[in-house]
């Protein structure tokens, strides 16, 4: 008679045998006589692809949505390693007649819920099969990994039915971000993407964090700068100096400390300068309460402010201190309470931390409380240990195991984990502030309070520096006014999102917590109401910004997160079809709130699923039923007075998914030459050098449903499209004749067919041969009612403007307010957010209506920044060197150079060699090109732009695998950094610089 213990790792197995004792490894197990501890290796089973339940939902089509299921199925997942694997054993373990009683032990939360049960259902024995069920199944919740709390586990079982609503919860989380995401996902792309072949991932959770990114996006992009003016001054006490902002009052009565009029300020220096001035100070004491205990997402906020750790960083670490170091107690929590019987502990906890690596922190914190453990208590009880707060896990503390050889990044968040846990049990800080108010004739000068710290209380353990004193007064206060500097400034766009930023928003909903002036407390009680209609759970944000960038929706510059132009195109479609559940993040916060009520047991499953699937219905009907193009759903979030003219011929631009296109009709450039002969059925034949051997190409209606408004080459494209399609027919036709000898003069026919190619000529499409230069006319309807007048294609040739936009420009996208003011002003800027750079630039719009990038890069004084290259022309087809990986030939290909062996669209490509005529932003000459396959270095080329936006120099070449490799200039020895102050008076000089040749101009 055996107990079997399935944990989700095989790391938790492994601290149980050791715990427990007396157990014998196994390949996939630990055994003793009367148990069995087995793991899994996270989630085993998904639900099935789509086609597994109809076969018609294995193809991308619209009219296949929405999809369904009657019954959801789970089945193994696929190239996960040993997966089926440790499914299969735990599946026969579970089924093992010796085996008597089930405990799931794994992770104490709604996806340690799912991986357990799916498992069990695979096995035949889910709790929603009870006939079946014949062994009692008990649930482990584990809150730290420490001996006594795993011996205290399972001692502390509970039946497993006892959590039937955080089970519904879970599997309904589960069935319900498929629903969305694969109805989502195939519904977007087949609707907008047409043949990019790049999905539009749609997600429950996912679309909706997008939408903070796109939005932020839009503000930063359209926000237009204000310019203000400040007025700095330093003043002399005699003892000495101190600085001082003019502040005064507005037309409404309210404090300012910035003028729209710069003549104003320029009075108030010239008023001010040398005069006498009377100082007063004003001393104002401040309570400083002690925050809340963290749980995951707000120690995930503090380590990104702090440290600029990512979300899923700081969780890895986290989860390496609870699993491996059993440091601290479960991570993935969304309470920062304790429950009230645990009061007992903590004295415990901290006499542990004295004999750590932070036992002075420790020592310090009780020193501040009287000297003992047990004079730890919280100035407000229910601040710390409230049992209405505490619902799966508790919040994040140490356990008082002392952890060994930890990394820098581990030590880091460990520290801040021990000192939050101690401040929770110290009084409030006392803070004195001194604000001193300088008078100079009838103008206010005032300098920010100086703070100093007259009681630790908490900041005893999580320090924060004074400010410095400022020089003494005189008893009358008389001060000199040294010297007076006008300021000219601009306002700021909304800074873009960080890890810390972005998951308080998640949590929250969107709903920004301000709070009061020098009240930490207030934000944080504040955060705490708002939490439980967040977006995601703590456990789960990390991923969905993970994923968001792994399928390019978003991406990371520095510190920073920005959509990419694929995800801003989603969002804008989302939002302009008005399915506000999948764009708007308060809507999904509800969901989520569902979700938790479920858990609980306060919310219906059934319920739920209708929403769902009334939800997928509705979406996939309203773009199903869409009348018109994308142009008239992108057009819905247009400004009012956006306007798109064509830079080429004057008409409107229409917005399409890609690019912003012109909408000028074709016009005829001349008419059909003929001779022409119709074949029968819809098909037409062409005559190739005159010959009486027609190539019959078949054209579909799909095909020329929109052929009177195409161009010349788009009419050639198609044309060579079907003859593509006729010469690979006849090559295998030809291929299966060749086993029976086939003739000489089929092979004849195979080679004339092959090389007929249609091209524009004079506005008129043409067939060539490569034997002969005589080219014949495509043949075309004449409007006697032949197949293809029926199909709508004329007799007369057209041409059409062939002018676009395109709203990616290096990974920026262009808005619609952007594109607007680029087509009226032919350059927008400064923007940033382009790939690979933080420095800000300008999207110019040239006259031959292609779009560059001038980035503001910082150039050092002594870089010599001559011989910038002019961009070189260079043919299509023509053979630049051998390819670097597989030593083909690499030829000149649209706007780069490619290997000839990487066909476009070829999924089983022979080689995939590419390589851009720019990199870094710096124009590649093509004699640089030709070094670099020729397996030697370039030339030591300036101009390549990095991350922060500096020029530097290099020298390129490709190593033996065929990589592109740098090769840098020695370091010269950095500059001695300005002063802050020195720095700040130089920048406001070069922005002065700047403008005055404007201003000379204007003044012409």
């Not at 018609?56 to 190239?79: D, M, T, Y």
């Not at 969780?315 to 309470?337: D, F, H, N, W």
């Not at 800074?495 to 998640?506: E, F, I, N, P, Q």
């Not at 059934?606 to 759903?633: H, M, P, Y």
Request: glycine share 6%; aromatic share 8%; net charge positive.
């Amino acid at each position: 008679m055996r107990t079997l213990v399935v944990t989700e790792k095989k790391s938790v197995a492994d601290d149980f045998a050791k715990v427990l004792g007396g157990f014998k490894k196994k390949p996939a197990a630990y055994e003793r006589d009367d148990m069995v501890i087995a793991w899994a290796s996270g989630h085993l089973l998904e639900l099935q692809a789509p086609k597994e339940y109809d076969a018609k939902w294995s193809h991308w089509a619209l009219g296949n949505l929405p999809i369904i299921p009657e019954r959801f199925q789970h089945v193994p997942r696929e190239g996960q390693g040993r997966t089926k694997e440790l499914l299969k054993g735990l599946v026969k373990l579970m089924k093992a007649k010796e085996v008597t009683r089930i405990i799931n032990a794994c992770d104490a939360g709604r996806e340690g819920e799912l991986i357990f049960n799916l498992v069990l259902d695979h096995a035949g024995l889910g709790m929603e099969n009870p006939k079946a069920r014949t062994k009692p199944i008990d649930r482990m919740w584990l809150q730290s990994m420490t001996t006594n709390a795993i011996k205290a586990a399972f001692d502390e079982l509970k039946k497993a039915d006892d959590y039937k609503p955080l089970r519904l919860a879970a599997y309904a989380r589960d069935e319900a971000d498929w629903l969305v995401g694969m109805n989502g996902t195939r519904a977007f792309t087949k609707k907008f993407m047409g043949r990019a072949g790049r999905p539009l991932a749609v997600g429950r959770v996912k679309t909706p964090t997008l939408a903070f990114l796109v939005d932020r996006e839009r503000d930063i992009d359209r926000f237009v700068p204000v310019p203000y003016f400040q007025v700095d001054a330093d003043f002399d006490t005699g003892s000495g100096v101190y600085s001082a902002r003019w502040s005064g009052v507005n037309d409404k009565g309210n404090k300012i400390d910035r003028l729209s009029d710069k003549a104003k300020a320029a009075a108030i220096v010239a008023k001010v300068s040398g005069q006498g001035a009377v100082a007063t100070d004003k001393t104002t004491k401040r309570t400083e309460i002690p925050p809340l205990l963290f749980d995951l997402t707000s120690i995930q906020r503090e380590a990104s402010n702090r440290f600029g750790y990512t979300l899923d960083r700081t969780l890895r670490i986290v989860q390496g201190l609870y699993e491996a170091k059993k440091a601290v107690t479960y991570p993935r929590t969304s309470s920062r309470y304790l429950p009230e019987d645990y009061a007992a502990e903590i004295p415990k906890i901290v006499t542990s931390l004295r004999s750590g690596p932070l036992g002075h922190v420790a020592n310090r914190a009780l020193a501040e409380a009287g000297g003992s453990a047990e004079q730890l208590k919280p100035m407000r009880r229910n601040r710390v240990f409230n049992d209405a707060k505490v619902s799966d896990h508790f919040a994040l503390i140490p356990t008082g195991e002392n952890p060994k050889n930890l990394r820098d990044d581990e030590t880091k968040i460990y520290e801040i984990i021990v000192r939050r846990f101690l401040a929770a049990f110290l009084s409030a800080a006392e803070w004195e502030n001194v604000a001193r108010e300088t008078v100079v004739l009838d103008e206010t000068f005032v300098t920010p309070s100086a703070r100093r710290l007259k009681k630790p209380g908490w900041r005893a353990v999580e320090p924060r520096a004074d400010h410095k004193d400022l020089p003494a007064l005189k008893e009358d206060g008389a001060v000199t006014t040294k010297e007076v500097e006008l300021l000219e400034k601009e306002t700021q766009p909304p800074s873009r999102y960080t890890d810390g930023s972005l998951v308080k928003a998640m949590e929250t909903a969107g709903k920004d917590a301000v709070p009061r002036e020098g009240e930490e407390l207030l934000d944080d009680e504040i955060l705490e109401e708002l939490k439980e209609k967040g977006i995601g759970t703590p456990a789960t944000r990390a991923a969905i910004l993970k994923d968001l960038i792994y399928k390019r929706l978003a991406k990371r510059q520095g510190r920073s997160i920005l959509p990419t132009p694929l995800g801003c195109t989603l969002v804008r479609l989302v939002r302009n079809l008005d399915l506000g559940e999948l764009a708007k993040p308060d809507l999904t916060g509800d969901w989520e709130y569902r979700l938790a009520q479920m858990s609980s047991g306060h919310y219906d499953r059934d319920e739920w699923d209708t929403e769902i699937r009334s939800l997928v219905c509705r979406f996939v009907a309203a773009l199903k039923d869409r009348e018109g193009g994308n142009d008239q759903i992108f057009a819905v979030d247009h400004p009012e007075d956006a306007r798109f003219t064509c830079v080429v011929c004057g008409a409107e631009l229409v917005e399409k998914t890609f690019s912003y296109m012109c909408s000028a009709p074709a016009t005829i450039v001349g008419e059909a030459q003929g001779p022409y002969k119709l074949a029968s059925g819809d098909s037409f034949t062409v005559a190739i050098d005159g010959k009486k051997r027609p190539l019959t190409i078949t054209f579909s209606a799909r095909q020329f449903e929109n052929i009177a408004a195409a161009t010349a080459a788009e009419v050639a494209d198609a044309i060579n499209a079907q003859i593509k399609k006729a010469v690979a027919a006849k090559k295998k036709a030809a291929k299966k004749k060749a086993t029976k000898k086939t003739t000489k003069k089929t092979t004849a026919k195979k080679t004339e067919t092959k090389t007929a190619t249609a091209e524009v000529c004079d506005g008129r499409v043409v067939l060539k041969t490569e034997s002969s230069d005589n080219k014949s006319a495509l043949q075309l309807a004449d409007g006697d009612g032949g197949p293809l007048a029926k199909l709508g294609l004329p007799a007369a040739l057209r041409e059409k403007c062939e002018f676009s936009l395109g709203k990616d420009q290096r990974g920026k996208y262009l808005f619609p307010e952007t594109a607007t003011r680029l087509l009226q002003e032919r350059k927008v800027g400064p923007l940033t957010g382009f790939d690979g750079t933080k420095a800000p630039g300008h999207v110019l719009l040239k006259d031959e209506g292609f779009c560059d990038i001038e980035l503001d890069t910082i150039d050092d004084d002594d870089e010599e920044t001559d011989g910038q290259p002019q961009y070189e022309q260079v043919a299509d087809g023509t053979v630049m060197g051998k390819c670097p990986k597989c030593k083909d030939e690499v030829t000149r290909q649209g706007s780069g150079y490619k290997c000839v062996k990487n066909v476009p669209r070829k999924k089983d490509k022979e080689c995939d060699f590419r390589l851009a005529e720019k990199i870094k932003y710096r124009f590649l000459p093509p004699a640089q090109i030709r070094l670099m396959l020729n397996g030697e270095k370039t030339e030591e080329m300036f101009g390549f732009v990095s991350m922060r936006g500096f020029k530097f120099k290099a020298k390129l070449y490709y190593n033996e695998e065929g990589e592109l490799q740098w090769e840098f200039p020695p370091r010269a020895p950095r500059k001695k950094k300005a002063t802050k102050k020195k720095a700040k008076r130089k920048a406001t000089k070069k922005k002065s610089a700047k403008k005055a040749p404007k201003k000379k101009a204007e003044d012409q």
